[in-house]
């Protein structure tokens, strides 16, 4: 449930590509740390770290139910 919660939270964090629900909430606003690239590149890296935690989680936990454990 945590990596969930942050996995969302990451996704939402990326800059918005223009147009689309992004610029409805506030994503069209550009900040300080969202024009480094530096810092684009690692939120990039965490989110598809996270994203994979995520996907073995929801594995691992369809196994066990499907064991009955």
Same mark, same amino acid.
């Given at each position: 449930?945590?990596?969930?919660?942050?996995?969302?939270?990451?996704?939402?964090?990326?800059?918005?590509?223009?147009?689309?629900?992004?610029?409805?909430?506030?994503?069209?606003?550009?900040?300080?740390?969202?024009?480094?690239?530096?810092?684009?590149?690692?939120?990039?890296?965490?989110?598809?770290?996270? $994203?994979?935690?995520?996907?073995?989680?929801?594995?691992?936990?369809?196994?066990?139910?499907?064991?009955? $454990?």
């Amino acid at each position: 449930m945590v990596c969930s919660v942050l996995l969302l939270m990451l996704v939402l964090l990326h800059k918005g590509k223009g147009g689309g629900l992004s610029d409805l909430f506030g994503g069209g606003v550009t900040s300080s740390l969202g024009g480094s690239s530096v810092v684009e590149r690692n939120l990039d890296r965490l989110t598809v770290v996270t $994203a994979l935690v995520w996907i073995v989680a929801v594995v691992v936990l369809g196994l066990l139910i499907n064991r009955g $454990a």
